[in-house]
């Protein structure tokens, strides 16, 4: 079904909404999916905060203008599927990933993150991101770790004095 003008503008106007708040962007080639694969795709991507919509080129091409994402615009052609995280980074990857092992004619084409387009192949790399609450148990062990060092010390010295050995006040009593 064709879209008339306003409809047109409608979605463009949503998608720019999406784009301008997106961490990042999958355009995969979704041409031979079925339907029952896409509208289990569309309730993962609701479930992890994907924002997941198949629109014409042109209109993406449109929406993504003026955001991070336009650096890809060029490489927007073919039938393509858009896949926005809206709250991690590396929600979109995973998802195309998780379904592209079930259907090889999933396909990333583009990834856009940070101003700038890479391969499709760098959907691994999205992928591999950690989420939020991983990003946070990283650096919480990184703090954690200078103060656990400090007390593996303070205890090895305590060790070292009050077993086997004598003290230094001790040592210089019995001289």
């Known amino acids: 079904m ?6 047109k503008q409608v979605v463009v106007t949503e998608l720019a909404e999406v784009a301008s708040k997106a961490h990042s962007l999958v355009a995969a080639e979704y041409a031979g999916t079925t339907v029952s694969q896409m509208t289990a795709m569309r309730k993962k ?3 992890t905060g994907v924002f997941l919509k198949v629109v014409k080129n042109t209109l993406a091409t449109r929406a993504v203008a003026g955001t991070e994402f336009e650096s890809s615009k060029d490489a927007l052609v073919g039938p393509l599927l858009y896949a926005f995280s809206m709250e991690d980074p590396g929600a979109a990857g995973r998802l195309i990933k998780e379904f592209a092992k079930g259907n090889d004619k999933l396909q990333a ?5 940070g101003g700038k387009t890479f391969p499709g192949s760098h959907v691994e790399v999205l992928a591999s991101l950690p989420t939020r609450e991983q990003a946070l ?3 919480a062990r ?3 770790e200078p103060a656990t060092m400090f007390a593996r010390a303070v205890k090895a010295v305590a ?3 009050g077993g086997g050995e004598a003290a230094p006040e001790a040592v210089a009593e019995t001289a």
């Open 137 to 139: 148990a990283m650096l």
């Open 109 to 113: 084409k583009v990834v856009s993150i």
């Open 142 to 144: 990184v703090l954690a």
């Open 159 to 161: 060790d070292k004095q």
């Open 2 to 7: 064709a879209l008339n003008l306003s409809q």
């Open 45 to 47: 991507a609701r479930e």
